[in-house]
């Protein structure tokens, strides 16, 4: 079989990958077996962690028939054993001639698959179509490059930068659509996380609703942060789903825990003292800001001490996307890395130039730079 035939193939395996379940801490994988003949003998695609990978469904499917198949598979073969075997075993116990695979694996303890199967005599071919295979699993690539899980901070301010009225009243600061959204966002995350000022003050349920009100069947883990107890009648007790208090005020340490139990993309709700604490640590990785066209004057700020005294050291963003939600408006923008904040450089240009039609609920106001969520 020649290789004109495996971008085909690849986007098949890509197809079967973007099935798999969306937040998971593994990554999202399809695979196709294709016979000597060109017949497809097996598909597969990993359903979440702890299932049978991607490859192995897809050999089960095959039996027999993966003799002197070729593997098509979006992410190179793991050579490890996490909670299932190695990948590489599994095909080359199975007699598969060939494998071509789309993205190297970025996980230190999990590369090498490649490798091994050359090692055994197995035809390998790697980086078809590994744009797209990489831009599946953006989020998960990047968690597993920096060993934590990504933090989204989520903010709702007033056009004057206040998060909470004078008397610590913030409900509702956007309108019902921005809040909508929220819970569309939230629903993509594993888990999401408050101070126990939060707590405390808004006394919040954290869990993700449906446009009708009830309940989504994926709750992610509602996560309190902080010293003080989390009281038991808080309403974040009382929903369905986990709940779980980090008695620490080490960011970089609840990440770990949070790591520890499968936890690899969090929704960071606030307040401002919890949000100062992890820009402070450079643990931010997306923000969310929803700003409503209000002013509120006295009030909390949208964040804490940062330990900035001049505007030579601002700490400034990449702006992604900015987008009209009901009456509200949500940027979207990027930390940027240290090192690449120079003092006094021109931020990205602003949304002039830009759609500025509001035909829907949501509308789009500058183009994505990248589709980061
Ligand atoms: N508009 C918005 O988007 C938004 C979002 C959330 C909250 N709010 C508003 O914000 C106000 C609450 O603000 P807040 O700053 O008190 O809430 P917070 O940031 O959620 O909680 C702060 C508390 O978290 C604990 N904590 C955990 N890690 C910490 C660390 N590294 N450093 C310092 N403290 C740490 C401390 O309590 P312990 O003593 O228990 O350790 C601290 O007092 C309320 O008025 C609420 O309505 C607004």
Known sequence: MGDSTAPAWMRRALQLAASGPWPDPNPRVGCVLVGPDGDVVGEGHHHGAGSPHAEIEALDAAGAAARGATAYVTLEPCSHTGRTGPCTEALIEAGVSRVVFAQSDPNPDAAGGAERLHEAGVRVTGGVLAEEAEALNARWARTVQLGRPLVTWKLATTLDGRSAAADGTSQWITGEAARADVHTLRATRDAVLVGTGTLLADDPRLTVRMPDGGLAPRQPLRVVMGLRPVPPDA???????????????????????????????????????????????????????????????????????????????????????????????????????????????????????????????????????????
């Open 235 to 373: 309403r974040l007790r009382v929903e369905p789903g986990e709940v779980l208090h980090l008695e620490t005020r080490d960011p970089r340490g609840a990440l770990d825990s949070l790591w520890r139990r499968g936890v690899r993309d969090v929704w960071l709700e606030g307040g401002p003292t919890l949000a100062a604490a992890f820009l402070r640590a450079g643990l931010v990785d997306d923000v969310y800001a929803y700003v409503a066209p209000a002013l509120l004057g006295e009030g909390r700020p949208a964040v804490a001490g940062l330990g900035i005294d001049s505007i030579g050291d601002v700490r400034r963003l990449d702006l992604d996307e900015v987008v009209v939600v009901g009456g509200d408006v949500r940027i979207h923008a990027v930390p940027r890395a240290a090192g690449q904040d120079p003092a006094g450089a021109a931020t990205t240009d602003s949304a002039e130039g830009g759609s500025t039609t509001d035909t829907a609920n949501t509308t789009d106001l500058l183009a994505p730079a990248a589709q980061r969520r």
